[in-house]
T-cell receptor
Framework: GAVVSQHPSWVICKSGTSVKIECRSL??????MFWYRQFPKQSLMLMATSNEGSKATYEQGVEKDKFLINHASLTLSTLTVTSAHPEDSSFYICARDVTSESNEQFFGPGTRLTVL | GQNIDQPTEMTATEGAIVQINCTYQ??????LFWYQQHAGEAPTFLSYNVLDGLEEKGRFSSFLSRSKGYSYLLLKELQMKDSASYLC??????????WGAGTKLIIKP
């Protein structure tokens, strides 16, 4: 069964609004979770690494004030896209390591964001 | 810079065998992953290679040559449900995953 869940699965919003995406680790307490973005026909792009109890680590070129990440517990990380614009429309996927010793990542089902 | 190369698209016939190649240039190496991604869905793990050689798992096998910076994913007895994108990813010295753009595999009856 699924070990990483995301909510919502898809969301359509108006330009200028904020959207929150939740990512839950269902079977394992994850101190670290990863947020990816994938545009159509392109590869996954790591946006940030979410760290429980501390600030997220953002990849170069990702605006931390626009993509707010909160990892308040060992099972929940949230990504908030603030003042969303049509160019933010994408597939957002969270992931976590399988175990603390494993390099493999389990991916959530993804959230498709469409900004009108 | 870091780079992962794999073909954009491949076509194969149901029941046949297909090999998807991946070449990489990264700063350090902590393993190579293959993931399968169906359209509109998140990737799912297929294989992990960290040592040279062939890893077989059912109809899927993955090969790695670290000296050549090369891997391939071999799919046997192709089924229509194997139509998907196949993503090659390398974990670099910082344990960060570097992703290829993916190979879209089209299976024809």
């Amino acid at each position: 069964g699924a070990v990483v869940s995301q909510h919502p699965s898809w969301v359509i919003c108006k330009s200028g609004t904020s959207v929150k995406i939740e990512c839950r680790s269902l079977d394992f307490q994850a101190t670290t979770m990863f947020w990816y973005r994938q545009f159509p026909k392109q590869s996954l792009m790591l946006m940030a690494t979410s760290n429980e109890g501390s600030k997220a680590t953002y990849e170069q070129g990702v605006e931390k004030d626009k993509f707010l990440i909160n990892h308040a517990s060992l099972t929940l990380s949230t990504l908030t896209v603030t003042s969303a614009h049509p160019e933010d429309s994408s597939f957002y996927i969270c992931a976590r390591d399988v175990t603390s010793e494993s390099n493999e990542q389990f991916f959530g089902p993804g959230t498709r964001l469409t900004v009108l | 810079g870091q780079n992962i190369d794999q073909p954009t698209e491949m076509t194969a016939t149901e029941g046949a065998i297909v090999q998807i190649n991946c070449t990489y240039q990264t700063s350090g190496f902590n393993g190579l992953f293959w993931y399968q991604q169906h359209a509109g869905e998140a990737p799912t793990f297929l294989s992990y290679n960290v040592l040279d050689g062939l890893e077989e798992k059912g109809r899927f096998s993955s090969f790695l040559s670290r000296s050549k910076g090369y891997s391939y994913l071999l799919l046997k007895e192709l089924q229509m449900k194997d139509s998907a994108s196949y993503l090659c990813a390398v974990m670099d010295s910082n344990y960060q995953l570097i992703w290829g753009a993916g190979t879209k595999l089209i299976i024809k009856p």
